[in-house]
């Protein structure tokens, strides 16, 4: 290396973090609220129609179920704790919940707004900015269930900014201890070795083993705590049984979600939610692109690798890698079991992913092209603003629990799901845009779905009545007397009452003689 590059790297190397403006921090928790108030406006919390289990604390009976082995290596238990703490709180619960997320990803901004400033990645604040709004973001911070994500995030970020102390002792001390509890409670955790061994690499232009002397505690704590969560965790498996009904075995193909992840994290600007999956997917072009020109650029970065930028791109690239493999190896659901793709998965990888860009922009603008600065900084500007206003309209179309739910009638039209919440809602509530064809539409396709349910057969048939559809009421009635469920008296005697209004004779005789068996 010539004087002059030695030189740019001494001073690289040697350069110390920039002092951090306070009001920066304000900045950064605004903005989160602004971007996410919408979402606190909802009532809609821990629900019964969905039959996935996104976590445990609604079957728990107490706090004290959280350290029984089959609840604390299944699941995150600190967020656990927090479910409970929040329960006692004298406000809304769904607020509260909700609260709570905003101010924990505003948190984990803030952390990772100074790891980066620690790190001397360029543009540390625009970066931090873009991850606040993403409208990715929105899914963890709304549906209940996804309080891990941040959680573990707070930790992971928490104990790289104190690894990477160069002057404390006692912070490097307290950062193994966090690597301790992140690994114990979330397999992601892997990434704090990870990201600590692909720093040192990034720092050192010759790879030397001495180099790395500081994160081998880390990574010996964190795999073998990893191991031992995770088997313990399989044991704890044959006690306690997930509820997760009519969950489909098959996981979409590793390269499409790798690939629809990609494409969710650099253009989130279509549907969001637990985005609905192909039937059948094909391997194409659309989907090996984002593939093959991520490994395109991550391998032809290795020519270069005698040189800061390079290193500094495949230590991001090599963190996103990592973490998108994480999700493209998970299956996720929507409520019903039917595979999807689901945003929460990707919360953390965002960071690496817009730290890519910003940082190496941001670095190319102000050290190469100082003259288009303010560009930079407006078009950035600009795309943030972008951000605010889709996280906003996210949270908007589902801020309500009639809009929420008919915000997944529309993107799971064949769902069962958020049909039979709109059709309870308008059981309760004043039909407003609806009628009751619409409602009798609602029964009808979840009646003949699912033929065992019962109770809105009933509603189907009253509806029927009051509609004047008396065959159609009588067609129902007779499938529901003819189910094996055992019937109230009160739902016989209303039967009968209608087959002798519409003068089936016969079928109300069977009905009462049915209900004289029942009271004898």
Known sequence: MNSIKDKKWTHWERRRSKKINSFNFIYIIALC?????????????????????????????SWKSIFSPSIFWNENPLALISYFLESVLPFNDAFTHRLLNILLHSGATILLYRLLNRLHISGAFITSLFFAVHPVVVQTLFWPGYRSSLIILCLILSCLFLALDRKEEKARKTALALSVIAALVHPIAIIIPLCLFLNAFAKNKKFKLANFNKVIPYTITVF????????????????????????????????????????????????????????????????????????????????????????????????????????????????????????????????????????????????????????????????????IGTSISRGMQINGTLKMWEFFNANWSQSIIPKQAISDYLMNNPYGKYDIDDHISFLEFITERDGEDIERKIQLARLYVKDKQNTNASKTYESIVDTNETLDKAILEEVANHFEVQGLYREARIIRNRLNEMAQ
């Open 33 to 61: 609220f602004i971007a996410y108030f919408p979402i606190l406006q909802s009532d809609l919390l821990w629900n019964n129609y969905d039959q996935i289990t996104r976590s445990v604390y609604p079957e728990l009976e």
């Open 224 to 387: 073998l705590l990893i191991i031992l969560a995770e088997t313990f965790e399989n044991n704890a498996v044959q006690e306690f049984s997930q509820v997760s009904t009519s969950v489909q075995e098959v996981r979409p193909h590793f390269l499409y979600q790798f690939s629809e992840y990609i494409k969710l994290i650099y253009l989130p600007f279509g549907t969001s939610f637990f985005i609905p999956v192909e039937s059948n997917i094909e391997i194409n072009a659309s989907i090996l692109f984002p593939v093959l020109l991520f490994a395109a650029i991550y391998l032809s970065l290795f020519i270069s690798i005698s040189t800061i930028w390079a290193r500094l791109l495949i230590m991001g690239m090599s963190v996103l890698l990592t973490l998108l493999i994480y999700a493209s190896w998970q299956k996720s659901s929507f409520l019903d079991g039917s595979l999807a793709l689901d945003e929460s998965l990707i919360y953390i990888a965002l960071i690496p992913a817009i730290t890519l860009v910003t940082g190496t922009i941001n670095a190319f603008v102000v050290r190469k092209i100082p003259k288009l600065s303010i560009v930079w900084f407006s078009f950035a500007g600009l795309l943030i603003l972008v951000s």
